[in-house]
């Protein structure tokens, strides 16, 4: 029996995404949801292209720290977003890199015409952050509700004491290791010898370029409105290396050799993100024009256990990426480089110019060579806007097909780290 021909794969349109203002945990969404925030997010996006009550193929979204109730996250929002009930929704998480995976996940699926048309976005709330109580009051609570006499009830508590009702809060921590992510990175900086300095300098150049867009007005049909904010409130206009160097090290406060502040981290923020994939053809009968193409991706992973860098993945998904599309960084026009601190992104840059790093983890007999400056985050990127941690690809993405399309330029190269010692990389092309 003759196996039946496969189609050519089909171009991955990007129409334009949707973002609600990203806000400094405890501020602006204090009384918000994931919920509600993804809702928010995908229903702009359904009202932007005339989407209210269609049906589109499939919405994959996904939250990193979310409640017990959020399981079928995705579907809830595309339904209170106001999508066609007939459209399916898929929940993900791939820490950090949820919504940028989900984009290229659907992305796939439309390539290869499984679909032909896609949202994929993303949601954290650490304002809503679920408290839990340990073990021991859980597993009473268990019993509790199952006992059905007075005694069996009164049993449930024999041996309670106070304290078992104390909260825990989520952990931070890198179960393999114990650290949080900024000790890890701590680590990093000093594998790499980045400097103090140059974290704040980089962190600096960050703010100044997103208050510049802010200023120009980049992100005004990018943002919808969410509990009546219009605007990223992490974004400092006022910052200067002075103010920077004054803070203290938050991660490393003991050694004396601590480099990572709040200046030169991305504070924990609270936002939303969405992005309107589609073929071609759908695209054009619908008359929507197409911003750019999400023409291909990678994600990786590293044995960070083992010394690696919890956040220098990133490095394997793009020297992945690149060699597969066959192309260098000579060919790529945008850097857009997700900033969960500032060093791990001159960790990074400096690992693809590093000999021993080059053959022995990515596996090239020559060094990829140095990234310019003024081709990296343009407009600022995470520790500007801050880290809503599912919804970062999703504004990156979104973020990166306008900018090509504004500045005509003709291609951007997406990456973003994540915890768990992986990353995902993107190319996306204008033409």
Known sequence: MALAKSPPLRRVAIIGSARIAFCRAYSGYIEETNLSLLSTAIGGLAEKYA??????????????????????????????????????????????????????????????GEINSGIAAGSDMISDSPLVFGDKFAHRLIRLSRARSLGQRLGVFK????????????????????????????????????????????????????ARSIDEGFHDDLIVPC???????????????????????????????????????????????????????????????VLAYLSMGAVSANNFAAGEGLLMAPTIAVSDLLRRAGIGFGDIDLFELHEAFAAQVLCTLKAFSDRKYSREILGRD??????????????????????????????????????????????????????????????VDRT
């Not at 399981?71 to 339904?79: D, K, M, V, Y």
């Not at 459209?87 to 290229?104: D, E, F, N, R, V």
């Not at 090290?249 to 050694?255: G, I, L, M, N, V």
Request: hydrophobic share 45%.
């Open 159 to 210: 041996g309670f004491s106070f304290g078992e009702l104390a909260p825990i809060a989520p952990s931070v921590a890198e179960p393999r290791t114990g650290l949080s992510m900024g000790q890890h990175c701590e680590l990093m900086a000093r594998e790499w010898g980045i400097t103090r300095e140059e974290q704040d300098a980089f962190a600096l150049k960050s703010h100044q370029n997103a």
């Open 227 to 289: 509990a009546g904010i219009l605007k990223d409130n992490n974004v400092r206009w006022d910052s200067s290396l002075e103010k920077m160097a004054a803070m203290k090290p938050a991660f490393d406060r003991k050694s004396g050799h601590g480099t990572l502040s709040a200046a030169n981290s991305t504070a924990l923020t609270d936002g939303a993100s969405s992005v309107l994939l589609a073929s071609e053809e759908w695209a054009k009968e619908r008359g929507l024009p």
């Open 51 to 112: 989407l209210k009550g269609e049906k589109i193929d499939e919405v994959m979204a996904g939250a990193v720290i979310k409640h017990s109730r959020d399981f079928n996250l995705a579907r809830e929002a595309l339904l209170d977003a106001g999508l066609s009930p007939l459209t399916p929704g898929t929940t993900m998480q791939i820490a950090c890199g949820t919504s940028l995976q989900a984009a290229l996940s659907l992305g796939a699926k439309i390539a290869a």
């Open 366 to 427: 020559k060094v990829m060579g140095k990234i310019p400056a003024a081709k990296i985050n343009v407009k600022g990127s995470s520790l500007a806007y801050g880290h809503p941690f599912a919804a970062t690809g999703a504004r990156i993405l979104g973020h990166s097909a306008k900018l090509l399309n504004h500045t005509g330029k003709k291609r951007a190269l997406i990456s973003v780290c994540t915890a768990g010692g992986m990353g995902v990389a993107a190319l």
